[in-house]
């Protein structure tokens, strides 16, 4: 059973960091497309972070410089860094795994829960 699982969220002061990790277990992560999206209350989820499995990045315009994803040397992890937080990076953080960059995004793939990151003084 395929199962992503999120962590690292909190609550953080303006110009702070936070370090998300998303494990999966049950796939073989050296074959999937990892990506980070977000959702903020009241507004639509948008894509933060992908990594392929080559290791290869794309960054959304509002986190590029700010963000950075990797995969960990523990096997089947992929991290998010995240420095220099804003007030609006305040939102649901979710992790999503698919075979394709296609399917990233949609159903077609597997997602966590979701972890909480506030960004408030």
């Known amino acids: 059973q395929v199962q992503v699982v999120e962590s690292g969220g909190g609550l953080v002061q303006p110009g702070g960091s936070l370090r998300l990790s998303c494990t999966a277990s049950?796939?073989?992560?050296?074959?999937?497309?990892t990506a980070w999206y977000r959702q903020a209350p009241g507004k639509k989820r948008e894509m933060v972070a992908i990594i392929t499995s080559a290791g290869n990045t794309i960054y959304s315009d509002s986190v590029q410089g700010r963000f950075t994803i990797s995969q960990a040397n523990t096997k089947n992890t992929v991290i998010l860094q995240m420095n220099a937080l804003k007030p609006e990076d305040t939102a649901v953080y979710y992790c999503?795994?698919?075979?394709?960059?296609?399917?990233?995004?949609?159903?077609?793939?597997?997602w966590g829960q979701g972890t909480q990151v506030t960004v408030s003084s």
């Open positions: 049950g796939i073989i992560f050296d074959f999937q497309f």
């Open positions: 999503n795994i698919d075979q394709t960059i296609s399917g990233l995004g949609t159903t077609s793939g597997y």
